[in-house]
């Protein structure tokens, strides 16, 4: 493996060093950090961005870092830092704004915590620039074309956001993935931009 890029790094690092004082501090920075639905009385502005560097748990934590080593790190080599951190704050801002939108639609008052919105969007955006590399994830360990892991990630995320109350933010990745779409999208001058 390469060296790890450093935007990559300094994500993961950042997510590490937050998650610790979350344990260190349990509940002060949940109620001011992480994203909470517009109607309830601890949302703030800056959470739509903070949410996205704190974590529930210790599994959550290292499954989103080890997707971001494994598709960010390739993509920051291959867009460089400014283009990759670009990207990386569409999905996080995309993902926010389409789980408040899920959350006043559905009348959610639980927070929503995780770098999941922007992995979801560097997923979408590894089966874009490479749809015929093939890899083997985690769950279920069986190698696939990077297109269809993407697309049946992103049906599984489809399906379990409507099918009832998980506890996990499956609109926040699909919010991820649309931001990361929508980037994409946007650099390449394609509809809906010029």
Excluded at 37 to 48: D, E, L, N, R, V
Excluded at 129 to 158: Q, S, T
Aim: hydrophobic content about 55%; overall charge positive.
């Amino acid at each position: 493996m390469p060296p790890m890029p450093p935007i990559t790094k300094l994500v993961m690092m950042i997510c590490a060093a937050v998650f610790g004082l979350t344990l260190l501090l349990p509940g002060v920075f949940e109620s001011t950090f992480a994203l909470w639905p517009i109607a309830s009385t601890h949302f703030a502005g800056w959470q739509i961005f903070t949410y996205a560097f704190m974590h529930a748990d210790l599994m959550h934590l290292a499954f989103n870092l080890i997707g971001l080593w494994m598709f960010g790190s390739e993509l920051e080599r291959l867009w460089g830092k400014q283009r990759y951190i670009h990207f990386l704050i569409a999905s996080i801002l995309s993902a926010a704004l389409v789980q408040i939108v899920w959350g006043q639609l559905t009348h959610n008052i639980a927070p929503t915590v995780g770098i999941s919105g922007a992995l979801f969007g560097l997923l979408l955006a590894y089966g874009m620039l490479f749809p015929d590399r093939i890899i083997v994830p985690l769950i279920p360990p069986i190698p696939m074309k990077a297109k269809y892991f993407v697309a049946i990630y992103g049906g599984i995320e489809l399906f379990f956001g409507f099918s009832g109350s998980s506890g996990v933010a499956h609109f926040a990745h699909l919010g991820g993935m649309l931001g990361g779409f929508l980037m994409i999208r946007y650099w390449r001058g394609q509809f809906p931009f010029k």
